[in-house]
């Protein structure tokens, strides 16, 4: 039995065409018009609908502990979410404590996920220290597991951080070993110093954790990052980049041929840090790292996402609730768990505040939230795009729809959302993983324990494409 998606308008990073697509056994096998159709198949109807490739987000912390608790969505809640809002593929991150052996690190998180996703996943592993022959040994033992990126801390100093040696011996390890190294660039040591002297002048409120994360400080350490990966001759992924000095910085390390890969996230595109100002302890709610920028900074994303500066658009989904996690940091902005939901909006709020004010064009919004981050991650052409023989990931797409954003639109299991009475439109009708329906108008039609461990294999992402 075969799924046909009949009468659609397909679209892929690069192209736009009328077509059928039919998926058997998880795959895609034929693309085309008027594709025959037997008995036993189920027929989707999309005339007058968009035929996506299911999206891509390489940036989740599901069911994660930080900072004295947990991330309140787990496999299966975050990836229903994930599948309501048209992605069918997460990669999430896999952390090892400061000295935690790498290897039970991947085994915990593989048991996270286990019989609970519901759309296909994948991990990188946060590498939180570096310099022994176990740490070596334990990452190599990573990529042969199919995990073949690593992501790095220049801030949580005390926790998560690494210093600028073991970051170079991480990246020249994953140069030889063919796996790529993304980095949160703030400037760790300066935020520390930064947040004594606001906590010790007795700051509280969570605009303070905003005044002691400065974008110069974003800027100078992805120039540093940047550098540090110029001398150990290895390519680099910024995650998370929310600010013009650190654009700047991609841009000029690209001019001068350096490989040098960028991210964003909805939120910094969305928002001023205006959302600190925001009374009864609400700013919490968009407390994060690195924080939501003062006004200009959008501006510039927006232009480094239609210029292609920026490639990829993930979410750095991390949701805590309100009234019973972010409140830890009432009193205390330094305690505030970092993170907010987005996984299940992404691709509206692009959709809504990017392709229809014309910031950027309907394919630059599949490249940068499907195709690009699949291919950066070795997901592609498995992932990523609609192409004979790619699985069977597909969304078929109302563009004209409308609806408002809020905690009764998406998915999260969590008691706010950040885009909560703002308009948006488009709606992810149908949404399939390997040919499965997963998402139906509305209706969750997936099986907890139905997504599978997506293995990677190493090999370099060719430059520039
Ligand atoms: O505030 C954030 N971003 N929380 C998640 C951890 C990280 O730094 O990505
Ligand atoms: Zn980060
Ligand atoms: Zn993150």
Redesign the pocket.
């Known amino acids: 039995m075969a799924t046909l998606i009949r009468n659609g308008t397909l679209l892929t990073a690069t192209d736009r065409y009328e077509a059928d697509v039919s998926i058997e056994d998880g795959v895609i096998r034929n693309i085309g018009r008027d594709l025959p159709v037997a008995p036993e198949d189920e027929v989707i109807d999309a005339t007058g609908r968009w035929v996506l490739p299911g999206a891509v987000d390489v940036h989740t912390h599901l069911d994660m502990p930080f900072m004295g608790t947990v991330s309140a969505d787990d496999f299966f809640t975050g990836t229903r979410a994930a599948a309501a809002g048209g992605t069918t593929t997460v990669v999430d991150f896999a952390i090892a404590p400061r000295h935690g052996d790498y290897e039970q690190t991947l085994d915990a998180w593989h048991a996270r996920a286990e019989g609970k996703a519901v759309i296909d996943y994948g991990f990188h592993m946060g590498v939180t220290w570096f310099g022994t022959p176990e740490a070596e040994t334990g990452l190599r033992r990573c990529v042969a597991r199919g995990v073949t990126s690593f992501k790095c801390?220049m801030a949580y100093k005390g926790t998560l951080s690494i210093d600028d040696g073991e970051m170079f011996g991480l990246l020249a390890l994953s140069r030889d070993l063919g796996a790529t190294v993304s980095v949160?660039a703030e400037n760790g040591s300066i935020v520390e110093a930064l947040v004594a002297r606001h906590r010790a002048a007795g700051h509280t409120d969570p605009v303070w954790h905003a005044r002691s994360r400065p974008s110069t400080l974003e800027g100078e350490a992805t120039s540093r990052a940047i550098v540090i990966a110029r001398q150990a001759g290895a390519p680099l992924y910024i995650?998370?980049l929310t600010c013009a000095e650190a654009l700047e910085a991609v841009r000029r390390a690209r001019a001068a041929g350096q490989e040098v890969h960028a991210e964003t996230c909805p939120q910094y595109l969305m928002f001023t840090d205006e959302v600190y100002e925001r009374p009864d302890f609400e700013g919490a709610k968009w407390v994060m790292?690195p924080p939501i920028r003062p006004a200009g900074h959008p501006e510039a994303l927006w232009a480094g996402l239609a210029d292609g500066t920026l490639e990829v658009v993930a979410t750095?989904h991390c949701p805590f609730q309100f009234a019973t996690q972010k409140v830890m940091g009432k009193h205390d902005f330094s305690l505030i768990p970092n993170g907010a939901p987005g996984v299940g909006d992404r691709m509206a709020v692009l959709y809504h505040y990017g392709v229809k004010t014309g910031r950027i064009d309907v394919h630059r919004w599949i490249d940068t939230c499907s195709t690009r981050p699949a291919r950066l991650f070795g997901l592609h052409p498995q992932k990523g795009t609609l192409a004979v023989g790619s699985d069977g990931d597909v969304v078929v797409f109302d563009p004209k729809a409308t609806f408002t954003f809020g905690t009764a639109w998406s998915e999260h299991a969590v008691d706010y959302s950040l885009y909560e009475g703002m308009p948006g439109s488009g709606a992810f009708d149908v949404v399939l993983s390997r040919g499965q329906v997963v998402w139906e108008r509305g209706t969750f039609r997936g099986r907890a324990g139905a997504g599978r461990f997506l293995h990677r294999f190493p090999g370099r992402t060719p430059f520039p494409e």
């Open positions: 801390f949160h995650v998370h790292s750095d």
